[in-house]
């Protein structure tokens, strides 16, 4: 390791992540569970943040709808920013960091289903929390143009596409979310770590893709709202899909 680089070199990053996971793994279950209600809430107030600027603007929307995309993905990234600073269980990055150590020999192969499990619910808990709590309940996004633009933004994402659409999407969304965690590792000073996680996701917000736990705020509160979606049909079109993988 070089002091004087600004950057650790991948094999570096590679066995910080490796580090991360088994100290991941060695936390108390019930902590690991509370940190990712935590990582759910943090996600959701940057996608609270997406949903004031894109659904705010209608008229931006309707004559220049890639200039929303991208305004909607630079704001987003903050979600992440704070979880990764403060050290919280995020889903979709942990699919990268315990497979690793696995492949490593550092962790036993069990460890990925007990923590993807207790993440997952972690997840879900503090994405509906803040759906319920701090975006309905308070009033702040419950009538238009914020309503309607939810109701035909969780039919978008989650019934129009094909199943197979879906988990692409999935895929693209993923790999630059761990792009993102993995330069975010591999930074040495804050305001690094910082940039280098939000290039990555506000592309992948902006482009479109699909991250699971960001909708596991998004779609649900669009049924809260009254999308044309229902519970059952999120979870077996959207939620397996996206991050169980099961093509029905």
Same mark, same amino acid.
């Given at each position: 390791m070089?002091?004087s680089s600004?950057?650790?070199? +991948?094999?570096?990053?590679?066995a910080?992540?490796?580090?991360q996971?088994v100290?991941?793994h060695?936390?108390?279950y019930?902590?690991?569970?509370?940190?990712?209600?935590?990582?759910g809430?943090?996600?959701?107030?940057?996608g609270?943040?997406?949903?004031?600027?894109?659904?705010?603007?209608?008229?931006? =929307?309707?004559? =220049?709808?890639?200039?929303?995309k991208?305004l909607?993905?630079?704001?987003?990234?903050?979600?992440?920013?704070?979880?990764?600073?403060?050290?919280?269980e995020?889903?979709?990055?942990?699919f990268?960091?315990?497979p690793?150590?696995?492949?490593?020999?550092?962790?036993?192969?069990?460890?990925?289903?007990?923590?993807?499990i207790?993440v997952?619910?972690g997840?879900?808990?503090?994405?509906?929390?803040?759906?319920?709590?701090?975006?309905?309940?308070?009033?702040?996004?419950?009538?238009? +143009?914020?309503?309607?633009?939810?109701?035909?933004?969780?039919?978008?994402?989650?019934?129009t596409?094909?199943?197979?659409?879906i988990?692409?999407?999935?895929?693209?969304?993923?790999?630059l979310?761990?792009?993102?965690?993995?330069?975010?590792?591999?930074?040495?000073?804050?305001?690094?770590k910082?940039v280098?996680i939000?290039?990555?996701?506000?592309?992948?917000?902006a482009?479109?893709?699909?991250?699971?736990?960001? =909708?596991?705020?998004?779609l649900?509160?669009?049924?809260?709202?009254?999308?044309?979606?229902?519970?059952?049909?999120?979870?077996?079109?959207?939620?397996?899909?996206?991050?169980?993988?099961? +093509?029905?």
């Amino acid at each position: 390791m070089d002091p004087s680089s600004s950057t650790l070199q +991948p094999a570096e990053v590679a066995a910080a992540l490796i580090q991360q996971a088994v100290a991941k793994h060695n936390t108390r279950y019930d902590k690991t569970f509370f940190k990712a209600v935590l990582a759910g809430v943090m996600l959701s107030f940057g996608g609270l943040f997406d949903l004031i600027i894109t659904g705010g603007s209608p008229s931006l =929307n309707t004559s =220049n709808p890639g200039l929303l995309k991208v305004l909607g993905g630079f704001v987003f990234p903050v979600g992440l920013v704070m979880i990764v600073l403060q050290g919280f269980e995020l889903l979709t990055s942990n699919f990268m960091v315990f497979p690793m150590a696995v492949l490593n020999g550092a962790l036993p192969w069990w460890s990925i289903p007990v923590n993807w499990i207790i993440v997952t619910f972690g997840n879900l808990v503090g994405s509906l929390f803040f759906a319920a709590i701090l975006a309905k309940d308070d009033g702040l996004i419950v009538a238009d +143009p914020y309503a309607s633009y939810i109701q035909d933004f969780v039919v978008a994402k989650a019934v129009t596409p094909a199943w197979y659409q879906i988990f692409l999407r999935g895929i693209g969304c993923n790999w630059l979310v761990c792009i993102a965690v993995w330069q975010a590792a591999g930074a040495r000073d804050t305001i690094s770590k910082i940039v280098a996680i939000w290039f990555p996701i506000w592309v992948f917000v902006a482009c479109g893709f699909d991250h699971v736990v960001a =909708n596991m705020f998004s779609l649900p509160l669009g049924i809260m709202l009254h999308a044309d979606l229902t519970t059952a049909y999120y979870i077996k079109k959207y939620l397996l899909y996206t991050n169980l993988w099961i +093509p029905f």
